[in-house]
Each structure stands twice: as C-alpha cells, then as structure tokens.
C-alpha cells in the first residue's frame, strides 16, 4: 500500500513568516494529494488539495506545489497569521482498491504572535 | 446542512465491555470511512465502506467490526474494547475519489 512521510513534525514560526511543510509519497500510481488542517478538539478540514495533473495550485496565502518525478508535495503558507497555528496532515490516495487517503503523521504548527 | 455527524462524543468503556460508534453523514455521498488518531501515528483507516450495504478492510481493521445498512450511516463496533482501542475516532465521507468530509470525532477511553 501507499507510505506517506511528513516533515517536519513541528514548525514554529514568528506571525508573518513563511511556513513549509514537506510530504513524499511512495506510490507512483497516487493522483490526489489532499491537505487537511486540524484545530484542537475539531475533525481534519480541507484546506487546499491537487491532482497530478496539476504542479502548483495556490488560494490565497496558501499553496500546494507536486513534483510527481521526486513524488514530493508542499504545502507553503504565506503571511501565516496566529489562527494558523493548527495540525496540519497531508494525504494521498491508495491507487489499490478504491483509492482511501493515506495520511501523513502531521506537523504541528504554531505561530507566535 | 449538518455534514457528518458522529456520537457519542465522548465514552469511557471497560476492558471487555461493547460499544458502537454511529456516523451519519446528509451529502448523499457514496463512500464514507472510519479512522482512528493516535499521538504521533496519524490518521490510521480502520474501516470504508464504498456503498449501502458493503464494507471492506482497511489498514489497523482487526477489533472492529462495520456495518452499512443505509447509505447515510456508518457504524463502528467494538465486540470486546481493549485498552489498546483507546483512541480519537473520526468518520468521513465523501463522493468516489474525491475530497473527504470529517465529523468533530469520538474520544474513546478504555480502562
């Protein structure tokens, strides 16, 4: 089945900073690579994904970027705001059987103010 | 709309004793998933479903049982908890391979 690595496990930055946050996935097959932000005592919510037809996707402040050679997605957050600081976990699709999300093991970001 | 509502919120089980979890989502979606999150693991699928009246296996299943009777529930069951079933339990659904819809969860302790 599909692997998902997430890195890094935990991002502190100072409000207006930049955060990255790196995912590599292990099956050439996948095609959908969904983020999901999580706030404490909440469910995960979507917040931007992409497909493997596309390289870069952007929606405000935020921006997903695939490279499906080094099978290696991003997810970057400009200007990051305080009610940024959530889990942040990336996915990706099973290509077995009915393609389920694979997650990642999150990354925690807090962002000082 | 409501979207994926799961209850109870909370429990406290002992060891042995039995519970079910029930999902119920109002987007007429066809596929709908039970996951379980633990402190440094993720998100980890233990059930899906890909439609009323089928269920199928996936990564941590063993313990658990499903069920799919309509398509707007899902339900998750412990026959016999153990201490290692506790855990955050999050349904999903969503349309054929497209974008998932989480409910709020279910902390579940058992001692």
């Known amino acids: 089945g599909e692997n998902v690595e997430q890195h890094p496990s935990t991002l502190s930055v100072q409000e207006g900073d930049s955060a990255v946050i790196k995912c590599t996935y292990s099956?050439?097959?996948?095609?959908?690579f969904p983020w999901y932000k999580q706030e404490l005592g909440k469910g995960p919510q979507l917040i931007i994904d992409?497909?493997?037809?596309?390289g870069e996707k952007k929606d405000q402040r935020i921006a997903v970027t695939l490279n499906k050679t080094a099978k290696h997605f991003s997810l970057h957050i400009t200007e990051t705001q305080p009610e940024d600081s959530a889990v942040y976990f990336c996915?990706?699709?099973?290509?077995?059987?009915?393609?389920?999300?694979?997650f990642g093991k999150g990354t925690m970001l807090l962002v000082s103010p | 709309n409501a979207g994926v509502t799961q209850t109870p919120k909370f429990r406290v089980l002992k060891t042995g004793q039995s519970m079910t979890l029930l999902c119920a989502q109002d987007?007429?979606?066809?596929?709908m998933y039970w996951y379980r999150q633990d402190p440094g693991m993720g998100l980890r699928l233990i059930h899906y479903?890909?439609?009323?009246?089928?269920?199928a296996k996936g990564e941590v299943p063993d313990g658990y049982n499903v069920s799919r009777l309509k398509k707007q529930n899902f339900l998750l069951g412990l026959e016999s908890a153990a201490p290692s079933q506790t855990s955050v339990y999050f349904c999903?659904?969503?349309?054929?391979?497209?974008?998932?819809?989480f409910g709020s969860g279910t902390r579940l302790t058992v001692v």
């Open positions: 999903a659904s969503s349309y054929r391979q497209g974008s998932y819809t």
């Open positions: 099956d050439s097959a996948s095609n959908y």
């Open positions: 992409i497909r493997s037809n596309v």
């Open positions: 996915a990706a699709t099973d290509p077995t059987g009915y393609s389920t999300l694979t």
């Open positions: 987007m007429n979606h066809e596929y």
């Open positions: 479903s890909v439609g009323e009246g089928t269920t």
